[in-house]
């Protein structure tokens, strides 16, 4: 059973930037691709940004990519999503999956193909 727990939301500003953190514990860190989802109130979880067990491969949404970076350091158990120009419609509950199966094409973005889940850590953005 793997346990993961982000950190590092909050209130910031348009334009600013934040850093989220995500721990996981209870297998072996390396073993698992991590990705980064979010989820706005009444809209569905969407795909944000994942990586691979080693971090030589990187993942973005559309929406995201050139704003948000997705990295990871193994000997810290820990995957980070740094955010950068943050707009209001950034504004969601950010959430941390792992999954340890190995992934191809699509299956990075699908939420289905993660099995393991933090709790969430929410990210405002006001204008």
């Known amino acids: 059973q793997v346990q993961l727990v982000e950190s590092g939301g909050g209130l910031m500003q348009a334009g600013g930037g934040l850093r989220v953190s995500c721990a996981a514990s209870?297998?072996?860190?390396?073993?698992?691709?991590m990705g980064w989802f979010r989820q706005a109130p009444g809209r569905e979880r969407e795909f944000v940004a994942a990586i691979s067990r080693i971090g030589t491969r990187t993942y973005y949404a559309d929406s995201v990519k050139g704003r948000f970076t997705v990295s990871r350091d193994n000997a810290k158990n820990t995957v980070y999503l740094q955010m950068n120009s943050l707009k209001p419609e950034d504004t969601a509950i950010y959430y941390c999956?792992?999954?340890?199966?190995?992934?191809?094409?699509?299956?990075?973005?699908?939420?289905?193909?993660?099995?393991?889940w933090g709790q969430g850590t929410q990210v405002t953005v006001s204008s």
């Open positions: 999956a792992a999954d340890g199966r190995l992934k191809y094409g699509s299956s990075w973005r699908d939420l289905d193909e993660y099995d393991y």
């Open positions: 209870g297998r072996t860190f390396s073993s698992l691709s």
